[in-house]
């Protein structure tokens, strides 16, 4: 019978049962709005930390789990709401999959977070510039992929006319782009380690990699995310 | 007359009037819903045109299918030994469903209040004059019509939403595709209003018109809506439209009128055919007292009709309200586009159903209008639970009116 949340009403009307009444898409952008709300901070966190700034970085850290918590509560209860019975205009394994990489952003930036703050590495001077440009487009990445979300709204209005997805689409392209750039730096980031392996102690070596890493696979996942999302409008 | 017949008269209108009353008092919420949901009016406005157009439709064409009710379904030739056993069975009849609609009201179960009269009336008709005093044929084609009427409502729905869908929101400028359209959306609208009840008032005590004349009113008032829908569109100022949001949200704007004339067209659709279900067993008792036997050819008095219009007008002044406020927060998942499209086939099935004299549920034809728009993917998530859920309710309403019609007739023939 619906959401069980509020009092018993005395009347018959199943037009009101008849459809979910919070709609599964907008859920889906208040997900997204947390994510948006965490690469927020990991953005600035990320540079002040390759900056050598450690202040801050144990609230941020704080922050950023609260946060990405909230966001497991939109998606539990979004995934638990999803009968067999319900009827989407999207597939709804599709839908699900665009949630669960959307998720996976915050479960990585979490764990990203946690681990800068357990060692402050210090990144090389020389190497800054590297990683913060690598951070930057990660970031770029993901507010792509935003865009792209957000185009959600206009799809469901419309009910997903072919002028709404091909804009989807164009969004989708950007993010792939991003991504692409992304890696580039990554790449350079990584060389640029190797470059000083003799000069740095093993210990730093082995977390500057996994922190281009890590960093990394955020803009991975926003991919995935972008390409669950095409999946799901192409008709 | 005799007191007993006063009594039992007095209480039929008693019943009949609160059956009217909690018909008006829940069924409200399906026309007016969407329309307070959306913001277009207040709960104020909505109980007030609520109110109009279903007093009209009760008084105007509510006549088919109280016939229906009266004598379509159990034979009263049958009793003309004795009145008075038809006169007790017809109050059986309406209090039983009276019973079953506060329970399931009180419980939210999604039940038709024409499905518990029509169960309520076999009960009576088998166990006053056996099986063969019903008349099978109609139940089954009043069966029909409950399955029919709501996949008739998703069909429809399914067909208007996706004409807004290809001549507004599939173009590359969807406002201007707006203005363009609403005249002809006018014009299609009001000319299918007033055409269908044009054809429902034939066969009622209301003077008709001939065709052509029907057609030609039809038409001059059309084209008249028609051309003002132009002028006001032209007229509206949508405000800022930088953002696809903007255009979307003007565009669900100028709908909004089109959705309130389409509540109206609701409103006057479900008083046409449910005020049936509380007068309908009335005006057989009215009959039997009036002459002291069953005629042959019986009519249904205007006074009666709008008694049963008076009924639902107070039901949604007193309690309507309150359930428009609560359903419009529920179902604001339906835009202006979407609740015009889901409102125009239910009203336009209702009415149909209204004229062939089937007592169908507007409720369940809406469900489905809503569904058949959730299939031309106008509305996310729809739940289809509700299907197998209307379902179970319609195979229990009819077996439980029926036993409780039957027992209580039991009842008052011991009495008596």
């Known amino acids: ?235 | 007359m005799d007191p007993t017949f006063i009594l039992i008269g007095g209480s039929t209108v008693a019943i009949a009037f609160y059956v009217a009353w909690s018909i008006g008092a829940n069924d409200v919420a399906n026309s007016m819903g969407t329309s307070v949901g959306s913001k277009a009016i207040s709960i104020r406005q909505a109980i007030l045109i609520a109110g109009i157009f279903e007093f009209a439709g009760a008084v105007l064409i509510g006549i088919h299918v109280t016939k229906t009710i009266q004598n379509g379904i159990v034979d009263p030739a049958l009793f003309s030994a004795d009145p008075s056993i038809y006169v007790y069975g017809m109050l059986a009849a309406l209090l039983a469903a009276a019973v079953w609609i506060s329970i399931s009201t009180y419980f939210s179960l999604p039940i038709s209040t024409s499905q518990s009269i029509v169960g309520a009336l076999i009960g009576f008709g088998v166990v006053a004059a056996g099986v063969s005093a019903v008349s099978w044929e109609k139940i089954v084609q009043i069966g029909e019509s409950w399955i029919l009427s709501p996949i008739a409502g998703a069909a429809l729905a399914f067909f208007i939403f996706l004409i807004i869908k290809k001549v507004i929101f599939d173009t590359s400028k969807p406002f201007e595709s707006t203005k363009k359209a609403i005249p002809f959306f006018t014009f299609a609208l009001v000319s299918v209003i007033l055409f269908s009840i044009f054809k429902s008032l034939e066969c009622t005590d209301f003077p008709t018109i001939c065709f052509s004349t029907a057609l030609e009113i039809t038409l001059v008032i059309s084209i008249i809506s028609a051309v003002l829908s132009y002028v006001l569109v032209n007229r509206y100022n949508p405000g800022k439209m930088e953002t696809d949001q903007d255009v979307y949200r003007s565009i669900e704007h100028v709908f909004i009128y089109l959705q309130i004339i389409t509540a109206c067209f609701v409103a006057f659709a479900h008083g046409s055919n449910d005020v049936a279900n509380a007068i309908g067993p009335l005006a057989a008792v009215i009959n039997v007292l009036q002459s002291g036997a069953i005629e042959s050819v019986i009519g249904v008095p205007l006074w009666l009709v709008v008694l049963g219009g008076a009924g639902i007008v107070v039901g949604l002044a007193t309690w309507g309200y309150k359930v428009i406020g609560t359903i419009g927060k529920k179902i604001t998942e339906i835009t202006p586009t979407r609740g015009f499209s889901a409102e125009f086939s239910t009203a336009l099935v209702v009415l149909v159903c209204s004229r062939l004299g089937l007592p169908v549920s507007t409720s369940q034809v809406l469900v489905g209008s809503v569904i058949g728009i959730g299939f031309a993917k106008g509305i996310v998530a729809v739940d289809l639970k509700i299907i197998k859920r209307i379902m179970t309710c319609w195979i229990i309403t009819v077996p439980v009116s029926a036993a409780t019609a039957a027992i209580i007739f039991i009842c008052l023939k011991a009495i008596v």
């Open chain 1, 1 to 235: 019978m619906g959401e069980k949340l509020e009092e018993k009403d005395h009347f018959r009307a199943p037009v009101a049962d008849t459809f979910r009444r919070k709609s599964p898409f907008s859920q889906l952008l208040e997900h997204m709005g947390k994510v948006r709300e965490c690469i927020d901070i990991l953005g600035d966190g990320l540079v002040g930390y390759y900056k050598g700034d450690y202040k801050d970085f144990p609230v941020l850290a704080k922050k950023v789990s609260e946060i990405e918590h909230e966001a497991d509560l939109i998606k539990s209860n979004l995934r638990n709401h999803l009968p067999n019975s319900l009827f989407m205009p999207v597939d709804k394994g599709k839908f699900m999959w665009a949630l669960r990489e959307q998720d996976a952003i915050l479960d990585h930036a979490e764990n990203l977070v946690r681990m800068l703050d357990m060692r402050h590495t210090k990144i090389p001077k020389e190497l800054q510039d590297v990683f913060i440009n690598h951070a930057k487009l990660v970031m770029k990445t993901v507010e792509a992929m935003e865009d792209a979300v957000c185009n959600i709204r206009d799809l469901v209005e419309t009910s997903f006319v072919k002028r709404e997805r091909e804009q989807t689409k164009q969004f989708i392209y950007k993010v792939h782009e991003f991504e692409w750039k992304a890696d580039k730096a990554k790449y350079e980031a990584t060389k640029g380690i190797y470059k000083f392996e003799k000069k740095l102690d093993p210990m730093d070596v082995y977390h500057l990699l996994k922190i281009a890493d890590w960093v990394d696979d955020i803009a991975d996942h926003a991919e995935n995310v972008a390409d669950w999302l095409r999946a799901m409008i192409a008709k």
